[in-house]
């Protein structure tokens, strides 16, 4: 029997990270909504100032001169892909089931991106940006294809359970 796809066609991407609380310290991010689930990956995290400094401190170095534009490229140096954002891993793709019919429309952002209940069903670690995409659109794939068992599937093992 053939399985239904969710055709790229009507796959939505936004602009925005799509989720991580320091998501928008993360130069890296694709965030697709494919049927009821949002794909979202984040990486290459580079911190405000303020613990910039700190991560520098802690590698042992002197960053006391670095100003504005010296002290990111001293942390690029640095750290390359960003700060890890999880165990082993620089950048991450993870599944989240979206919220039926609710958008983000708060006024300072407006972005339209779809809520989701936080808790994700899939993720994959990555640390190199073309890893990270390579994730991100074969996710995106898995999820279009033959949806709602894979969603079932991919909720069981993660602990999840829809109301
Ligand atoms: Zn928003």
């Not at 009821?36 to 990956?41: E, H």
């Not at 984040?42 to 100003?67: K, N, T, W």
Request: with cysteine.
């Amino acid at each position: 029997m053939k399985t239904p796809v969710i055709p790229e066609s009507e796959w939505k991407w936004f602009g925005l990270a799509g989720h991580l609380i320091v998501g928008r310290w993360c130069r890296f991010h694709m965030a697709t909504q494919v049927g009821r689930v949002l794909v979202s990956t984040v990486g290459q995290y580079m911190p405000p100032e303020g613990l910039m400094r700190s991560f520098l401190e802690l590698r042992g170095i002197d960053h006391d001169s670095a100003r504005g534009d010296s002290l990111d490229h001293l942390f690029e140096e640095t750290f390359r892909n960003g700060v890890d954002i999880g165990c082993g891993r620089q950048y991450e793709t993870m599944v989240f089931i979206t919220e039926p019919g609710n958008v983000c429309d708060t006024a300072w952002c407006n972005c339209g991106i779809p809520t989701h209940y936080g808790h994700n069903i899939f993720m994959r670690g990555t640390n190199t940006p073309l890893d990270a995409q390579v994730a991100h659109m074969t996710t995106c794939t898995f999820f279009a294809h033959d949806q709602e068992s894979r969603i079932a599937k991919a909720s069981a093992e993660s602990g999840w359970e829809e109301d």
